[in-house]
């Protein structure tokens, strides 16, 4: 089970805005694009990212009736997973993180009384976790290509079709420890800034985009991240052929 490390992450500063919740970046004030500026600055000198993949490849030899067996006798329920995984003679767990740097410097942000850095910063994290994930999913279509395989998007915890509840059975099919990656007793992933995800592998795999993901996401009336969708009524549910995107909550 492989393991990845030291992944280049180049932010830009839209990411990092719509991770805080700004939605017009032509109305930011001067400072505050400063301060991003210079925090993303920091990021970098001080090594605050520490990006790393965990992740295992599985034969896909059985699912029905919303069943997809796992190693160690797991099985994830859910009577949707298989109309994602439709297609798939293989599946990729994958965990991602940006370890726990970042993290201890926004709390260090609060505890100093500086709650914009603290914001700005968690933001910059969060930004950077996106695209980290976007980065394996693009291992993951390199992996598949290279035996005239497609990968599918992918499907993170939470998600329509994968219980928060189950990714325990995922940390026990990628080596996250490796990275530094752990569930606390109510399934929270630590350090905060990680992700994780199922992505099918096989000959022709299904793909949806970003805004049709959030147009399922019950989150969608509330979520700030969430992308527009035109006719989202009618679009939701349906699976579109483009490139694997990755969910942005």
């Known amino acids: ?3 990845i490390r030291d992944i280049p992450i180049s932010l830009k500063t839209k990411e990092v805005l719509r991770r805080v919740g700004f939605r017009e970046q ?3 004030r001067p400072e505050i694009k400063s301060l991003i500026d210079e925090l993303l600055a920091g990021a970098k000198n001080d090594f605050l990212l520490e990006p790393a993949i965990a992740y295992g490849i599985y034969p896909l030899t059985e699912m029905n009736r919303g069943r997809l067996p796992l190693e160690d006798n797991g099985v994830i329920h859910d009577p949707l997973l298989p109309s994602l995984l439709s297609g798939a003679d293989e599946f990729a767990v ?4 940006i370890g726990h740097r970042l993290e201890k410097q926004v709390t260090n942000y609060f505890k100093q009384d500086e709650p914009l850095r603290g914001v700005l910063l968690d933001g910059i994290g969060s930004a950077a976790v996106d695209l980290l994930a ?4 693009k291992l ?5 290509s290279s035996r005239g395989y497609q990968a599918g998007s992918p499907i993170s915890p ?3 079709g994968l219980p928060i509840t189950e990714q325990r059975w995922l940390f026990k099919m990628a080596p996250a420890q490796k990275i530094g990656v752990g569930l606390t007793s109510s399934g929270v992933m630590s350090p905060l800034k990680s992700t994780s995800m199922i992505i099918g592998i096989g000959p022709q795999m299904k793909t949806w985009t970003r805004a ?3 147009a399922q996401c019950g989150l969608r009336k509330t979520c700030p991240y969430r992308k527009g969708v035109k ?3 009618q679009k939701r549910g349906k699976i579109s052929k483009k490139s694997p995107i990755v969910h942005p909550c």
């Open 231 to 233: 006719g989202e009524k």
């Open 158 to 160: 939470g998600m329509q």
């Open 26 to 28: 032509a109305s930011l």
């Open 134 to 137: 976007e980065e394996a999913c």
């Open 212 to 214: 049709e993901v959030c």
């Open 1 to 3: 089970m492989p393991v």
């Open 94 to 97: 994958v965990i991602c993180t």
């Open 140 to 144: 993951m279509t390199e992996r598949a």
